[in-house]
C-alpha cells in the first residue's frame, strides 16, 4: 500500500511538471488532490474529477 508521503510526492512532482509548462494548478485541484494525498480517493477517482471539472472527456 502506498503511503502519505509517496502519494505527497507524486502530487508534488506533477504539480512541478504543469509548472514547467508555464502552468497553474488551480486552488481547486490541489484540494481534489488532496484527496489522493490522504487516501480518500484514488488517483483514478482525481484524475476522473478534475477532467469532469474542467469537462474533459476520455474516449
Not at 503511503?3 to 512541478?16: F, P, Y
Not at 477517482?45 to 472527456?57: D, F, L, S
Amino acid at each position: 500500500m502506498e503511503t502519505t508521503t509517496a502519494r505527497r510526492e507524486r502530487v508534488e512532482q506533477a504539480v512541478a511538471n504543469e509548472r514547467l509548462e508555464n502552468l497553474v494548478v488551480s486552488e481547486e485541484s490541489l484540494r481534489i488532490a488532496d484527496n489522493y494525498v490522504v487516501g480518500t480517493a484514488s488517483a483514478s477517482q482525481v484524475a476522473a474529477e478534475i477532467r469532469e471539472r474542467y469537462g474533459i472527456t476520455v474516449k
